[in-house]
């Protein structure tokens, strides 16, 4: 048996809008619609672009729309959507490269804002140094520490998608994920504490909903704005 496949192709500057083309795939029970995508590209259509790498929910590249949801296709089922049709789009909210690739700069430049490293001040230690943990001081931040940077939920958040400049979801968790590390001694709220940030979030959690990681990334949000709330009574609370 097959299933219908529908994905949408698209050439930016050479095709006036995206068009579904349709393909037959080898319904087989333990396939993912990554490989039905990869039988459309090794068999049936050298010319489909599309993200993936490691086909174990580790990479984070091969998000795409299924059917209208922001799914990882290396760990979505074709039997999971019957006899079909399986509809395939790109990553909504975000510039379509070709096909189904989708632009992430903007994405990552919002990453790098938010200073996602350990900052330290006012020592000289070597690179060779180390700062011991408790297993308690690990789990205050190590949900957090879980994210695979695959965008579905800026595809799924209301307001990234009518405000693209909103920082969103996974990088507001990770700035959570440094700023509850106990290593940590730098401060985000210049960056967090914005009406494009924490404050723009209102908190319909679809992020949360589509995380296939289990990051809450709305949980991080909510968390930080009695942070910064905190803040404006206690200046000297930071955390
Ligand atoms: Fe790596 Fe799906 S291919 S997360």
Known sequence: TDIRVEVARY?????EEPVFQGYDVPLVADWAVLDGLNYI??????????RWSCRMGVCGSCGMTVNGEPR?????FLTEF???????????????????????????????????WLVREGEELPLSAEYAQTPEQLEAYKQYSMCI?????????PVYVLDPDFLGPAAIALAQRYNLDSRDMGDRFDVLNQEDAVWGCTFVGECT???????DPAEAIQRYKVTAALRSVLPW???
């Open 72 to 76: 990882l296709t290396c760990g979505t």
């Open 209 to 215: 909903r589509v995380c296939p990681k289990h990051v």
């Open 237 to 239: 609370s930071r955390r």
């Open 11 to 15: 050439r930016p500057g050479q095709d």
């Open 149 to 157: 940077n695959c965008l579905l939920c800026y595809s799924a958040c």
């Open 41 to 50: 590209k090794d068999q049936l259509d050298g010319s489909l672009s599309y």
């Open 82 to 116: 019957g006899g079909g049709p399986i509809r395939i789009e790109p990553l909504k909210g975000f510039p379509v490269i070709r096909d189904l690739v989708v632009d992430i700069d903007g994405f990552l430049a919002k990453l790098s804002s938010v200073r996602p």
